[in-house]
């Protein structure tokens, strides 16, 4: 089964509006990490924020801002101000906390965003 | 602070033709160790994770191998490739502890002929 699904394959914004790229996830363990990745086209994958499953607050990290939806079990990606360089593809990640199996990340299958000028 | 270097950037190979991808970190010791194939437009594939020297787990059988002979030191090794295998490859590092995130190399990409 999916455990992260993000089920928009490609999103366009216009310049200085808000995007919101979707992510749903499943798992039981009742301690896990979601994390989401932009990756440009030149391919280098960059951390862009985290939200903990204990964590009461969303996540902010400068333009980004994550909405955690616990019960619905969802962790979108908001970006305010879009800018060109935002076009990128963008992927959303789940880390469980069972460390054993090596703290793997498990990653959805993408979000490409186009952001017009 | 930490960094991640991952060589060559690009690689051409024959069909049948030996592998070797190498993948340093600096700056910390211990990390968790993983690699990763993309094919084009796609998600990650998860092939190999490490959390010690000489400690390898297999995502995906397949024809390729890892190895950590030092302890941020991560290499991935065929005997044989095939074109299936042809990919963009990506060595990353974590600490442990569900709230840390991977950070990643700047990727191989790979084209068999």
């Known amino acids: 089964a999916q455990k992260i699904t993000q089920t928009q394959p490609g999103m366009f914004v216009q310049e200085k509006e808000a995007v919101t790229l979707d992510c749903t996830y499943d798992t039981s363990d009742p301690s896990y990490g979601l994390f989401w990745y932009k990756q440009p086209s030149s391919g280098e994958m960059i951390f862009l924020i985290y939200?903990?499953?204990?964590?009461?607050q969303n996540a902010t990290e400068g333009r980004y801002s994550l909405n955690f939806q616990k019960a619905r079990k969802s962790a979108n990606l908001v970006i305010s101000a879009s800018q060109l360089g935002d076009s990128a593809m963008y992927f959303c990640?789940?880390?469980?906390?069972?460390?054993?199996?090596?703290?793997?990340?498990?990653f959805g299958q993408g979000t490409e965003l186009s952001v017009k000028p | 602070s930490q960094t991640i270097h991952q060589w060559p950037a690009t690689l051409v190979q024959p069909v049948g033709s030996p592998l070797s991808l190498e993948c340093t970190v600096e700056?910390?010791?211990?990390?968790?160790l993983y690699w990763y194939r993309q094919a084009a437009g796609r998600g990650l594939q998860l092939l190999f994770y490490s959390v010690g020297i000489g400690q390898i787990s297999s995502e995906v059988p397949q024809n390729l191998s890892a190895s950590r002979p030092q302890d941020r030191q991560f290499i991935l090794s065929s005997k044989k490739l095939l074109l299936s295998d042809s990919g963009f490859y990506l060595c990353?590092?974590?600490?442990?502890?569900?709230?840390?995130?991977?950070?990643f190399g700047d990727g191989t990409r790979l084209s068999i002929l």
């Open positions: 990353a590092w974590s600490r442990t502890g569900v709230h840390q995130p991977q950070h």
């Open positions: 990640a789940m880390r469980e906390g069972r460390e054993n199996q090596g703290g793997k990340l498990i």
């Open positions: 939200q903990g499953s204990y964590d009461q």
């Open positions: 700056g910390t010791s211990n990390p968790n």
